[in-house]
Structures are given as structure tokens and as C-alpha cells.
Nanobody, 120 residues
Framework: VQVVESGGGLVQSGGSLRLSCAAS????????MSWYRQAPGKERELVAS????????NYADSVKGRFTISRDNAKNTVYLQMNSLKPEDTAVYYC??????????????WGQGTQVTVSS
């Protein structure tokens, strides 16, 4: 059971990247899939999330209008399209899959992270 991120890299300010998060060993249906990021010296923060049933999304204020989260349940994959990138978007981006069954039972998987660097 794992989630694996890909698609990070170095891009100039104003550029775009698309991150992918591929899940294996489980199906995404029912999970809340999220992208977090952590910049050096800062705490990990939520960037965007999507419910795999219904498709409702949520974004951090700092990325609204620039980033789009989407999912392909058939491919068991979640994406983060990042446009108009800024140097302050530089961070390691992590994929998270969470399924809350009850208050005492939760499935929570993290990827290893993918580096995104935006040069000015």
C-alpha cells in the first residue's frame, strides 16, 4: 500500500508543473486526497484536497486561482496542476490519502515527497 508522487522539478517563476500521485494497493474511492508542502524551516501546510466521491475541493488561500487538484479514479491517480508558479511555492510536495472509517479507525498514507523549485 503506497502513494508515489512524481512531476516535481525546477521551473522559472510564472511557469507550470503538474504533479501526480499514484496510489497502489488500495482504491482511491472514499478517500480524501490531499497535497501538502513543506518549505525549509517551515511547517508542513495543506495546499489542496479533493474528495474522491463527489469531487469537492479545497485550496489554501495562497494557491487559489493558480493550482487545480483533480483525480482520475480509474487510474487511481490524483493530480495537482500548478500554474503561475512563484518562488514562494518552492517546497517539497507530499501526497496524502486519508480514509476515516470511524473516530477510532483511520487509514492515512503519505508519499515520499517531490521537490518543486521555482526560480525568480
Amino acid at each position: 500500500v503506497q502513494v508515489v508522487e512524481s512531476g516535481g522539478g525546477l521551473v522559472q517563476s510564472g511557469g507550470s508543473l503538474r504533479l501526480s500521485c499514484a496510489a497502489s494497493g488500495f482504491t482511491l474511492k472514499g478517500y480524501v486526497m490531499s497535497w501538502y508542502r513543506q518549505a525549509p524551516g517551515k511547517e508542513r501546510e495543506l495546499v489542496a484536497s479533493i474528495r474522491t466521491v463527489g469531487g469537492s475541493t479545497n485550496y489554501a488561500d495562497s494557491v487559489k486561482g493558480r493550482f487545480t487538484i483533480s483525480r482520475d479514479n480509474a487510474k487511481n491517480t490524483v493530480y495537482l496542476q500548478m500554474n503561475s508558479l512563484k518562488p514562494e511555492d518552492t517546497a517539497v510536495y507530499y501526497c496524502n490519502a486519508r480514509l476515516t472509517v470511524t473516530t477510532l479507525l483511520e487509514y492515512d498514507y503519505w508519499g515520499q515527497g517531490t521537490q518543486v523549485t521555482v526560480s525568480s
